[in-house]
């Protein structure tokens, strides 16, 4: 890719956010991190990526209200968001529900764990590449 599409990796847990920072910077793309969901509010409002992988929980706020609140935003609303979560289908004990999930406006949905590859070509396929 001539022109390097930026990405913001949205996750609480910095392992994982260094693994798909590490993939996704190899497909080519340039990449940012925040580890919540005001830091990443906060980077998206400072510099718009292209595209956003978002974790659902994290502290402060997370992964569903940080999707909510930039899909009302017009300044924000077409950019692409991968949406992460480790709630498995079965699980009715938390809030976070994959149900809840699949009914954000999220464009894309990935149940965790997902590789870094499926993020990667999830990022791709929303924007065209």
Do not use: W
Not at 22 to 30: A, I, N, P, S, Y
Not at 32 to 46: L, M, R, T
Not at 86 to 108: I, K, L, N, P, Q
Not at 117 to 129: C, G, Q
Request: aromatic share 4%; proline share 5%.
């Amino acid at each position: 890719m001539s022109d390097k599409k930026r990405i913001l990796v949205v996750d609480d847990e910095p392992d994982f956010c260094s693994i798909v920072q590490g993939q996704l910077e190899k497909e080519g793309f340039e990449v940012d991190v925040a580890y919540n969901g005001v830091e990443g509010i906060e980077k998206v409002h400072a510099n718009p990526p292209d595209a956003i992988v978002l974790d659902v929980m994290m502290p402060e706020k997370d992964g569903y209200e940080m999707c909510a609140e930039l899909k009302d935003d017009e300044k924000c609303c077409d950019i692409p968001i991968v949406l992460l979560t480790a709630v498995a289908s079965h699980v009715t004990s938390t809030r976070y529900t994959h149900a809840d999930g699949m009914s954000t406006e999220a464009d894309d949905y990935i149940a965790k764990p997902a590789s870094a590859e499926e993020i990667s070509d999830s990022v791709k396929r929303l924007l065209n590449i």
